[in-house]
């Protein structure tokens, strides 16, 4: 047998392993978003009860292996080596798509990604079948096509269903134990906690251990058949238990609720959901092994028919064990998996903050018809009922850092639950991301969690992620099917462009995911300290000086030398400056003016001053940079050596009097200030005398129309950065000054800190 189908055996092991890994990524939102959003228990322990679930889930797999071999296709009209060919393009597709998906911090559904790579790798590889072969077959014959029509169909419904269901049910418990809900919760609490662990436990054993070992034959036909008395024993025992726990004990049972939940979530994901990462690879490997026997026993496998591949599966327990093994190592050390779960629980989190999703004109006509609706219920409600229902809804301060409380938490894993649970029963195919997502959404909505500051954004991004589940339907049908008509045309060839591929686009969005971090990291910075609030501004002082000086430089020389790179670089730069401040003008200044614990108004006025300052020279450079690239790209005629010397004569004088400042701030004297104020008037007199100069070279032809535009927009952003630089450096002194001026209380308590960050 050829070797190049052990080698894609090889190959779809690691790939199964990179989808183990990116697939967790993905999926440990759905039982991850309530416990850590709420803040049940330190993050090891959630990930402890999260591992055991995922643990029993992989070990005890409930045989939904016959998905990925015979659930799309019909794997008796396959060839061998067709059919490794299908299987190969679908682990490809289905890593790079989930990779993509994780880079951005997007939930997406596994389940919907594999059925619908499976789909389209077995159209492509039928087709060029049908194509180069005299068959005589029709695609339907290779095409089980009723299995994606179920889930497109099960998709809309279960995103409808759980929003609303997660919006009502919050909404009355929110109005029944409101914010404020330790008095209530000790009568109600036990009775509370006797239908989520009723529900929790409905779900384990129908959605996650349905099939396996621990649940045996017997005793799911028992329960199938007295579900009724089943649920009421369920029910009287855990709310007893509950009551145990609650009163005797002592024990938060909102807490085991949440914990349980996370668990039994969890041992579902693994177990129904581990076909996803590694069913085409088990289906691949049996396939070798078929092969393998018929080739041993002399048999052509060239036109060998996967018909084995409908009989039953036996996973070996061996590969569900590392399957698992993996899972939890990816579970705890994935930093995408921590990105797509702070997207949800960035989006169901109470009160302000940063949003990562923009608005858009359909968010915003939403909240307008919300709000249209909600003050003509406010013209008919009556007073106090009015004013019972603002009371529930008002938030109490909590010092833990909360996204949401527990009451939301096990709202969100309750009914996650029950809706799972009830999907299956019916035989729906129901997916637990859209499902956990949406019921989190509503309930955050339903929980006043979408102001009118953040609504917009909320709304937005949960329409982005919603778009993206619907697009994944379509691009993973699309690539897998493209690629799978790759592979079966370029045969070895293309199985090492593909890997190189692969490889290449996991470690271009490893570098942009690590971009993406960086950034929002520097987005959520916020100054709780005197230390850090001197610190910060001195560092940004020195990097504004720095950055403006090597820019201009840069640019001069991309002028006088034509040199496009050098120039671009300088533009890349110059973005990145421009977005590091406007950042911290709209993340950094009003939550750190919040969290500042002292009393020094001039203080606070200089430090929102250099932001300001700092931002708009950064705005020059931008457009500088910009503009310059552009003229130098288009292949326009180059300045000529009277521009070049005219604007380095503006790069001299900026460099001598922020070289000036900086002696002066080493040393703590400004008597010299003047220095500054001197290189803003001769600068601006300068900027009229280089027009002038301009002009008349305009006017004896010796400069092009697109060279003089560009020289005088770069002398007029000059002028611009040397405004704004006089004011930063005026700003920063008295910032200074102040500082010094701000009190011995000040000064000492910062001494203290200075001293314990040196310890």
């Known amino acids: 047998m050829d070797s190049i189908y052990l080698i894609i055996v090889i190959v779809l092991l690691a790939l199964a392993t990179l989808d183990l890994i990116v697939g967790v990524a993905n999926d440990a939102v759905n039982f991850l978003n309530s416990s850590i959003g709420s803040k049940v228990a330190p993050l090891w322990v959630i990930l402890t009860v999260a591992s055991l679930g995922v643990m029993i889930g992989a070990m005890f797999s409930s045989g939904m292996m016959e998905v990925a071999r015979s659930g799309v296709f019909h794997p008796e009209q396959f060839t061998f080596p067709a059919i490794m060919t299908l299987f190969l393009a679908v682990m490809i597709t289905d890593v790079i798509l989930l990779d993509l998906f994780n880079t951005f911090g997007l939930p997406t559904s596994t389940t919907v990604s594999l059925v619908f790579e499976l789909l389209g790798a077995a159209v492509a590889v039928a087709l060029f079948t049908l194509w180069t072969s005299d068959s005589g077959g029709q695609l339907g014959d290779y095409i089980n096509s009723g299995k994606a029509l179920a889930i497109i169909s099960g998709i809309f419904i279960s995103i409808a269903i759980a929003f609303v269901v997660g919006s009502i049910i919050m909404y009355i418990s929110r109005l029944i134990f409101s914010f404020n809900f330790g008095k209530r919760f000790r009568y109600l609490g036990a009775l509370w906690g006797g239908i989520a662990l009723t529900a929790i436990i409905y779900f384990a054993v129908f959605k996650g251990l349905k099939g396996s070992v621990l649940v045996t034959p017997e005793m799911l036909y028992y329960l199938e058949h007295h579900m009724a008395t089943a649920i009421l024993y369920t029910f009287t025992g855990s709310t007893l238990l509950m009551a145990l726990l609650q009163h005797l004990l002592r024990v938060n049972i909102l807490k085991v609720i949440v914990l349980t939940g996370t668990a039994a979530l969890a041992m579902a994901f693994a177990g129904n959901d581990l076909v996803n990462f590694i069913g085409v ?99 008919i409600m009556p007073p106090p009922v009015k004013r019972f229902i603002d009371r529930q809804f008002t938030p109490l301060e909590t010092d833990n850092g909360a996204s949401f409380d527990l009451i939301r938490a096990s709202v969100n894993l309750t009914i996650a639950a029950l809706l799972i649970s009830l999907g299956t029963s019916l035989k729906l195919p129901l997916s637990t991301t859209f499902v956990t997502f949406m019921v989190a959404m509503g309930s955050s909505l339903a929980d006043r969690a979408w102001g009118r500051d953040s609504a917009v954004y909320r709304i937005n991004g949960v329409l ?266 005026k700003a920063h002194r008295n910032f200074k000054e102040n500082y010094a001026k701000a009190g011995p209380d000040l000064n000492a308590k910062t001494l203290i800190q200075q001293a314990t960050l040196n310890l």
């Not at 060239?302 to 327990?317: C, G, Q, R, S, W």
């Not at 705890?332 to 702070?342: G, L």
């Not at 521009?643 to 009097?657: F, G, P, R, S, V």
């Not at 400004?670 to 002009?695: G, H, P």
């Open 281 to 379: 690879f088990m289906a691949g490997f049996d396939s070798y092994r078929i092969a393998s026997e018929v080739a041993a026993g002399g048999g052509n496998i060239e036109t060998l028919y996967m018909d084995k591949l409908n009989e039953p599966v036996v996973a070996n327990i061996a590969w569900l064990i590392g399957a698992g093994v993996i899972m939890i190592l990816a579970l705890w050390f994935s930093k995408k998996s921590r990105s797509v779960t702070e997207t949800e629980v960035n989006l169901a989190r109470k009160g302000e903050g940063i949003e990562r999703f923009s608005s858009s004109p359909l968010s915003r006509s939403m909240v307008r018809g919300s709000l249209t609706i909600s003050k003509s219920l406010d013209k």
């Open 464 to 729: 982005t992620v919603v778009a993206g589940w619907l697009m994944t339907a379509l691009v993973a049908l699309t690539v897998s099917m493209l690629i799978g008509l790759f592979l079966m045309w370029g045969g070895k060839i293309a199985i090492a462009v593909m890997i190189l591929l692969v490889v290449f686009m996991l470690y271009k969005s490893g570098r942009i995911h690590t971009k993406r971090k960086s950034r929002e990291q520097q987005q959520q910075q916020v100054l709780s300290s005197e230390i850090q609030l001197v610190a910060s501004c001195n560092e940004d002082l020195r990097l504004v000086l720095g950055k403006t000086l090597t820019i201009f430089e840069d640019v001069l020389h991309g002028l006088r030398d034509e040199d496009r790179k050098r120039v671009k670089i300088a533009m890349m730069e110059a973005n990145e400056l421009y977005e590091r401040f406007k950042d911290k003008r709209t993340y950094e200044v009003v939550p750190t003016l919040e969290t500042m614990e002292m009393n020094a108004l001039d203080l606070e006025q200089e430090y929102v001053q250099l932001v300001d300052y700092s931002y708009e020279i950064t705005k020059s450079l931008k457009a500088v940079t910009e503009s310059t690239f552009s003229y130098i790209d288009n292949n326009h005629a180059a300045f000529t050596k009277e521009q070049i010397e005219d604007l380095e004569m503006i790069y001299k004088i900026l460099t001598e009097a922020f070289s000036s400042y900086n002696e002066m701030d080493q040393k703590n004297d400004y008597t010299q200030f003047s220095v500054v104020t001197n290189m803003r008037d001769v600068i601006f007199d300068l900027y009229k005398k280089l027009n002038k100069r301009q002009i008349k070279r305009v006017k004896a032809g010796a400069s092009t129309t697109r060279s003089s535009i560009l020289f005088l927009n770069l002398v007029n952003e000059a002028k611009i950065v040397t405004l704004q630089s006089g004011n930063l450096l």
